[in-house]
């Protein structure tokens, strides 16, 4: 366990707490009905979109950085920032 460790498990509960306060919104907004449909997500701003989007694979970095600390191993740094770039085109992929 270390500060990085630490800091992901913070940046989870932010993330979390963003996606239902985000989630919520929508739903009382009437943009995320069952057909795509709504009417706009009002209150809805793009800097908390993009801090989810940005926040949301935090899953995957925490077990890369708990791995690298169980077999004590250095952590890649090159390989952190690819998986960060890739985290992010998958999610606009989906």
Known sequence: ?????????VQADAYWTLERRLT???LRAGCADRDGGG???????LAAVMQAHEAKSFD???LFLVLHKAEHAECNE????FLRIDERLVDIGD
């Open 1 to 9: 366990y270390d500060e990085r460790i630490e800091h992901e498990i």
């Open 24 to 26: 919520s919104h929508m």
């Open 39 to 45: 009417r706009g997500g009002d209150g809805i701003t």
């Open 60 to 62: 995957y970095r925490l």
């Open 78 to 81: 090159a390989l952190l920032a």
